[in-house]
């Protein structure tokens, strides 16, 4: 954790938001897109402290020349009132106890200029913050403005951005594109806290992938975090925790052994079958989003891959992937999972999995607009291209298609008829070797597939549900909107009533089914899943393990009876405490800690 003593006198806020990646982080906020950048604790070489001050001086000079031209610009614009602030500021940068101060630490501690300013400011700010006076309380404000000041001249352009961190941070955020969720480098981010975003937003979607703790949808906060401030992120309750005191530090780095010492106890699952205790199979297939994330499936007991998002090969990069590149990437899954099955889900942009060059963002509603494979029929080349990559890859292990946003059986056979008769004909004709069997089906996650779904099944080799836009679309609810979260339930009885009819439809068609939304990582959904007749789940990798213990406590029996229940209520809130309840009475164990 570093030494943290600037950071945690400060005065300790709580704030929440919605906990999408679990897990428990400590760290120091890297604040992205503000002026309160993050200062690295670096220090410089025994010998580099003359060089090491001048720099600071000219820093100084610099910040003081600016403070001069803004006090006389006020002073013209607005009068000598409002002139004085820059007055004050000007003789607090000036002051020579502080100026002293911070030569003193790089004279004798080596600290590096950029690191002196800070814990000299963050120091007196602590200490002005303590005095119950309001006239000095609000000085803070203007050692705040200095601090600032100061360190964008001392780092100029090397100022510390997401793209090039050095070490560990924890990284808040207004929002997070996709793209920029897609290339943060894992090493680095030890948690991710956002103000905007909904529970199943690409954010927490990513997140998960990289198995990043993370917080979305706080609301305004990061006005009140500087870079550098310790902070806590618990993405199991959804709190964070901004410069928090040393009782508070200690209380959490208990909680994180005891989640440690839990998941170790979990891992014994691992590579167990997920049977309930009357013995009833559910296979559990993980959801991954890149390549890389085919092995850790694997070794977390993932029995295939049910939902493969593949616009990670579109995000990494500024250009489209080649067809080369999306037959690597294929090709690497399928060889990686041994036979083991593999949906590869064509691309799926547009509403939160936004694509700028796509020009997907300008849509005025873009989650009815141009988006999953709508897009696809619309941009055939991009479309043929990877199915040609899907098609080339599919010898080398057990592939199967799946395309997006299903509204209607012509927009289903469609797609079909381009893989099936174009792109198959095409490879034919060039002598290219690929699997004319192979499985072709659809996400069920658009009412109007769920409704007609007998229909769909003439075509369609396999369904599987997904619950993030199923309840977005039939509850009408944002799925990435913070404003309205309260209101996205997967456990309204409306879902759960399309999931049920998609289960009968299927079973009655003998369509194979399974269910890939994020709702299969939560441990009460699963209960009331498996008991509406769902036998295959595919969940984040980080939750096999904890799917599969859950299963192996319970009885198909019990699930049942939970479902059949829970679907007669009128409320979510009300099937959220008795599924809850329910569990905590079937299988105690589950909840026991460690
Ligand atoms: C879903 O909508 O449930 C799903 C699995 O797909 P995505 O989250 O990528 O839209
Ligand atoms: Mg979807």
Known sequence: MGDNSHTVHSTMKTVFG??????IAIGKAFVQATEGFRIPEQTIPANAFEAEIKRFQTALQFAKDEIIVNRESTKIALGQT?????????????EPAFQGEMEALIRNRFFSAEHAVTAVMRKNMDIFRQIDNNYIAEKVNDLRDIEKRLLRHLLGARKEVLGQLSSPVILLSSNLTPSETANLDKRFIQAIVTEQGGAVGHTAILAAALEIPCVVGVGEFIAKVDGGDLIIVDANSGSVVICPNEEVIEQYQKIQDIETSRIECLDSYRQLPAVTTDGTMIAIHANIEFPNEAENAIQRGAEGI??????FLYLIQDKDPTEDEHFEAYKSVAETMQGRPVTIRTFDFGDDKAL?????????????GMRGVRLALKRW????????????????????VMFPMISTVKEFR??????VQEVMDE????GIPFNPD???????????????????SEDADFYSIGTNDLTQYTLAVDRGNSGVNHLFNVDDPAVLRMIWHTVRVAGRRDIPLSLCGQVGSNIFNIVTLIGLGIRTISCAPSSIARMKQICRHISLDDCKMIARNAIRMSEAKNIQDYVKNSLQKVAPVLFEPG
């Open 306 to 311: 049910g939902l493969f998002r593949t616009e």
């Open 438 to 456: 192979i499985q072709i089906g659809m996400m069920v996650e658009v009412p109007s597939a769920v409704v007609m779904l007998d229909r769909f």
């Open 18 to 23: 919605i906990p999408v990646s679990t897990g």
């Open 356 to 368: 700028d060059r796509l020009g997907t963002i300008r849509e005025h509603n873009p989650a009815l």
């Open 414 to 419: 469609q797609a079909k008829r381009m893989a």
């Open 427 to 430: 490879l034919r004709e060039a």
């Open 82 to 94: 409002f002139a004085d602030i820059f007055e004050a500021q000007l003789q607090i940068l000036m």
């Open 381 to 400: 080349s991009l479309f043929r291209c990877q199915l040609r990559a899907i098609l080339r890859a599919s010898i080398y292990g057990d592939l199967h």
